[in-house]
């Protein structure tokens, strides 16, 4: 069964950093690639960012580049979401999401399935 | 940036009805259109892949039909665990990778 597992979320200031992981179980980890997408309080589904499977491709939102780097260690199972600069917008919980095309993506399709989510809070 | 338009934000169903959602993109996603169900408190699952397919154990009173920029999902006889907001999400253009804003289906 595949696993997904968010942590590192919490308060934090404006301007604060914040480092979220990942860890996944159940499949090839190294094989597909991965995102995370996050949900305001009350909104809708943002993607924020995306890796390929070997980590050599990444993909961010506009809202967040320059910001938010995301990575990943294949010999640990785990995706991870850093992030710098953040703004009271940036507050929502963050899903971590497998790629549901399956083996051999560089690139994300659809998303399945979705970890339960880590809640990031920004505010002074 | 593709912009994906839901309608209507919420629809209000009594339980065996059919619920018919529309998605609608801004330009041309081809079958490249996803659907997931999301209830309060929980993480989103994935419902439908490939603008039709059904994903793992989705029941078969789930539908999805459309290619281009016109969508539906249609939940056949609604049941009382289908009441949630359903949002659809485009992978054709990239990136970004674009949600709808969500229906909320509720009970009439």
């Known amino acids: 069964e595949v696993q997904l597992l968010e942590s590192g979320g919490g308060l934090v200031q404006p301007g604060g950093s914040l480092r979220l992981s990942c860890a996944a179980s159940?499949?090839?980890?190294?094989?597909?690639?991965m995102s995370w997408v996050r949900q305001a309080p009350g909104k809708g589904l943002e993607w924020v960012s995306a890796?390929?499977?070997?980590?050599?491709?990444?993909y961010y939102a506009d809202s967040v580049k320059g910001r938010f780097t995301i990575s990943r260690d294949n010999s640990k199972n785990t995706l991870y979401l850093q992030m710098n600069s953040l703004r009271v917008e940036d507050t929502a919980i963050y899903y971590c999401?497998?790629?549901?095309w399956g083996s051999g993506s560089y690139r994300p399709h659809w998303f399945d399935p979705w970890g339960q989510g880590t809640q990031v809070t920004v505010s002074s | 940036e593709i912009v994906m338009t839901q309608s209507p934000a919420t629809l209000s169903v009594s339980p065996g009805e059919r619920a018919t959602l529309s998605c609608r993109a801004s330009?041309?996603?081809?079958?490249?259109l996803a659907w997931y169900q999301q209830k309060p408190g929980r993480a989103p699952r994935l419902l439908i892949y490939g603008a039709s397919t059904r994903a793992t154990g989705i029941p078969a009173r789930f539908s999805g039909s459309g290619s281009g920029t016109e969508f539906t999902l249609t939940i056949s006889s609604l049941q009382s665990e289908d009441f949630a907001v359903y949002y659809c999400?485009?992978?054709?253009?990239?990136?970004?990778?674009?949600f709808g804003q969500g229906t909320k289906v509720e009970i009439k």
């Open positions: 159940g499949f090839t980890f190294s094989n597909c690639a």
């Open positions: 999400q485009q992978y054709n253009n990239w990136p970004p990778w674009t």
């Open positions: 330009q041309s996603v081809s079958s490249n």
């Open positions: 890796i390929s499977g070997s980590g050599g491709s990444t």
């Open positions: 999401a497998k790629d549901g």
